[in-house]
């Protein structure tokens, strides 16, 4: 299979991408509440102030 290299890696070392998936949903329920980003840089601000 394509995904071979992440099973093995969590077999080798007990380690998964599960922090970075919920990391990107915490990104994706945030943008979902404003709909509409004009202000990249404003938007990037307040994502580090809210989740870093």
Known sequence: TANYRS???YFINRS???S???FNAKIKAFRSQFRV???IEFFLYRLTKIFA
Request: hydrophobic share 40%; proline share 0%.
């Open 7 to 9: 099973i093995l890696n």
């Open 16 to 18: 998964t991408n599960a």
């Open 20 to 22: 970075a998936k919920s």
């Open 37 to 39: 980003v004009r202000n």
